[in-house]
């Protein structure tokens, strides 16, 4: 089974930057994408985007050109590198994973981006 473990939140000022890691632990072998996700308080789920394991990159329209997915195989972590965030970016970021046969794994605590105005 695999765990995916998010870090890296904060407080950040409008126009600042942060970047998010997933860590991942337990069946590597077993994940063929690597999925950022965010929900603030009263909203649906926001899928923001993915990299499979040949490292193809998708990115929602909400996120893209502003925020980057990353992977660094030999740490187990894919990254989220958010730029120009908007105080509207406040969110729980979540990564979760899908497996060869498309089934989604757990979902983790996340880790809370907090951009003031």
């Known amino acids: 089974q695999v765990q995916l473990v998010e870090s890296g939140g904060g407080l950040v000022q409008t126009g600042g930057s942060l970047r998010l890691s997933c860590v991942a632990s337990?069946?590597?072998?077993?994940?063929?994408?690597v999925a950022w996700y965010r929900q603030a308080p009263g909203k649906a789920r926001e899928w923001l985007g993915r990299?499979?394991?040949?490292?193809?990159?998708n990115y929602s329209d909400l996120v893209r050109g502003r925020f980057t997915i990353s992977r660094d195989n030999a740490k187990n972590t894919v990254y989220l590198q958010m730029n120009s965030l908007k105080p509207e970016d406040t969110s729980i970021y979540y990564c979760?994973?899908?497996?060869?046969?498309?089934?989604?794994?757990?979902w983790g605590q996340g880790t809370q981006v907090t951009v003031s105005a």
């Open positions: 337990g069946n590597i072998a077993e994940i063929y994408i």
């Open positions: 990299i499979t394991d040949s490292d193809l990159i």
């Open positions: 979760n994973h899908f497996d060869h046969g498309m089934r989604l794994g757990p």
